[in-house]
């Protein structure tokens, strides 16, 4: 069969749409192929009594870069959405990340010079118990995160949340999953500390319809039911997929952690006050409750719509059969992606981008950052 593209992209979700819009402009011909029934990938949405619903979790854009802000912002309008989540321990609500409101609640302090004592104070204990065990080194999330923070916001804040997220104690998973944690000894609720923020007008769908308007793309189609036939349409292959598929499992299935989601439509215009809340006690068994209006529905607009809609997260472990969305990046999955990685890099007309072909947790402006630069690497623009 002649190659017919100059890009079979599998996937369309934020990689695949990007990559694809990006070559098109420049004057290659683009096939985009989609197993879902919709694109969008996780980024998609659907509007149910008039809200647009993250049907996948929680998206807020927020980047630093801005050629990432320029180009998404050429698309769509975006709006003034800041990410400020709360989280519920013990019947009580703290401001994340930790900052001064935290410490507030959590001890009474009300200047920064009082809250920095008081962490000190936590940290010097938790780093001396340690030091009594024989341990230097954290050997694992639980000693890392009582480390930088102490036993008091470990227990309320991270310890429960986490195991819940992660199906594991914390003493069990690696400390390299926190690296650090943000405290700000500021009044100031505002999760990232990026210069731009905000969510699409109208949600996620219209900035995946301008990405995709000069492609041909075809939903409801799996790469692998005839990855010959498809991958013979054109010279070049932008694949999102899984990795491990990809090359058939030669070398084993790498693990996932999954999201299963309750969505509910509530006769009340405003559930929570807040688009985020997270759950930090072991139970309940949800990790948290996004309420979807508060992405685009601000002050008293908030009443404008008499309903609302809520959808609880329950992380649970990845199987054959359900979608997979957070890579476990231990040691053991590690090597095995490594080994994956080495074939992919040898491929000389397939690429492979995204969380899935990378087995990396990608926010979207790093997402959107590496299609432009592959693109840049094998579709440049034609003289």
Known sequence: ??????????????????????????????????KRNEPGGNIRCENIAGINVHKYGAHIFHTSDSRVWKYVND?????????????????KLYNL?????????????????????????????????????????????????????????????????????????????PAFIIKRLPVRLTFDNNYFNDLYQGIPEGGYNPLISKMLAGCEVVCGCDYFDDRE???NLAHHIVFTG????????????????????????????????????NYTDTEPAWTRIIEHKHFESFGDRVYDNPFTVISKEYSTEWHDGIEPFYPVNDDSNTAVYIKYK???????????????????????APVISRAMELADNVAPEKS
């Open 342 to 364: 080495t074939l992919a890099d040898k491929e000389s007309h397939v690429s492979f981008g995204g969380r899935l072909a990378e087995y990396k947790y990608y926010d979207m």
């Open 75 to 91: 698309l769509v309008a975006f709006n003034r959405y800041t990410n400020s989540p709360v989280a519920s321990y013990g019947g």
């Open 1 to 34: 069969m002649p190659e017919k593209y100059d890009f079979l992209i599998v996937g369309a979700g934020l990689f695949g749409a990007t990559f694809a819009h990006i070559a098109s402009s420049r004057g290659y011909k683009c096939l985009v192929i989609e």
């Open 97 to 173: 990340p930790f900052n001064m409101n935290t410490f507030y609640a959590l001890w009474g302090c009300k200047t920064p010079a009082e809250a920095m004592s008081k962490l000190e104070e936590e940290r010097k204990e938790a780093v001396s118990k340690l030091t009594e065990e024989g341990i230097s080194q954290p050997r694992n999330l639980e000693e890392q995160a009582l480390t930088l923070v102490g036993k008091d916001i470990y227990t309320r804040l991270i310890k429960g949340y986490t195991e819940k997220q992660w199906g594991r104690k914390c003493s069990e998973l």
């Open 229 to 231: 036939k498809y991958g």
């Open 242 to 277: 899984k990795i491990d598929r990809f090359y058939d499992y030669r070398f084993g299935k790498l693990q996932y952690r999954s999201v299963r989601f309750e969505t509910e439509t509530l006769n009340t215009p405003n559930y929570q006050g807040v688009a985020v809340v």
